[in-house]
């Protein structure tokens, strides 16, 4: 069994071996990704994937935590990273109080936050309080609505600075690491080079310092639409749905259960 990074270990990291990220969102998939992920992310991405929601912005941080706790129970060699939800770091304080109820009600080893350099100074309150911060920069599903729907950045030289300046900011307020999301690949590269911590790619191309995916795109069970950047791994809706015509075929034949089935 593989041993479980630290946040120390995942900054040596950089330069040495992409990180390996993907979402999970309960104990049971948790402990299949468990041998293989670096790191787990608890997305409030499961407010779409697992609640048929049309957006995140209305997860909780109840959920957040009823699900990390069910992901840590699961993949106990990984490092668990736990979303904060919309709304609940809007300002320091807030941050604190919210981001300290997920340390104290999980075993999540950090919590992760979307914004640069306008959310530094909560980044900073947060670290210097004891709570490891994982940044979000690039383009943020929190700010769908406010921005009009989910734009990809780093398409000019002011967004490539703004970019960098992100970054910059989120790291000396104290992140250990970001996760860069729908950037131009050759500014999240720039980006990535431009920090000392890990920089964690989606959609942002491969020269960055880690992969993340969501894992019911990259599994195919999300079937509705396929952004660019997903590459399925599985084809699992097709795999789900033949099993279970296969299931109701033999239970309307009763050909299930068999003999071995039964007690
Ligand atoms: O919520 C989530 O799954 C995420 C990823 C898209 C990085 O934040």
């Not at 921005?147 to 002011?158: A, P, R």
Request: hydrophobic share 40%.
């Amino acid at each position: 069994m593989k041993k479980k990074m630290s946040i120390t270990s995942i900054q040596k990291s950089k330069g040495v071996k992409p990180l390996v990220m993907i979402t999970a969102y309960d104990a049971l998939f948790a402990s299949l990704f468990d041998e293989s992920a670096d790191m787990i992310l608890v997305g409030d991405s499961l407010n779409m994937s697992f609640a048929g929601k049309e957006d995140t912005l209305s997860a909780t941080l109840d959920q957040m935590i009823y699900h990390t706790n069910a992901v840590c129970r699961g993949a106990q060699n990984s490092f668990v990273v736990c979303d904060m939800p919309f709304g609940t770091y809007t300002n320091k304080k807030d941050a604190l109080k919210n981001a300290t109820k997920v340390f104290q009600q999980t075993k999540a080893d950090c919590v992760k936050i979307e914004g640069g350099k306008e959310k530094a100074d909560v980044v900073k309150y947060l670290t210097s309080n004891g709570i490891a911060v994982c940044g979000h920069i690039g383009l943020l599903p929190q700010s769908v609505r406010g921005e009009g729907g989910y734009k990809v950045k780093g398409k000019d030289e002011k967004e490539k600075k703004r970019l960098l300046k992100d970054a910059k900011a989120i790291e000396e307020a104290g992140a250990f690491c970001m996760v860069i999301e729908g950037v131009k690949a050759d500014v999240a590269k720039e980006v990535a080079q431009s920090v000392s911590v890990p920089v964690i790619g989606i959609g942002a191309g491969a020269e960055v310092d880690g992969q993340v995916l969501v894992f019911s795109d990259m599994l195919g069970f999300f079937e509705a639409f396929t952004p660019k950047f997903v590459k399925k791994y599985l084809d699992g809706a097709t795999l789900v749905k033949e099993a279970v015509a296969n299931y109701k075929n033999e239970v309307e034949k009763r050909e299930f259960p068999k003999e071995e089935h039964t007690y």
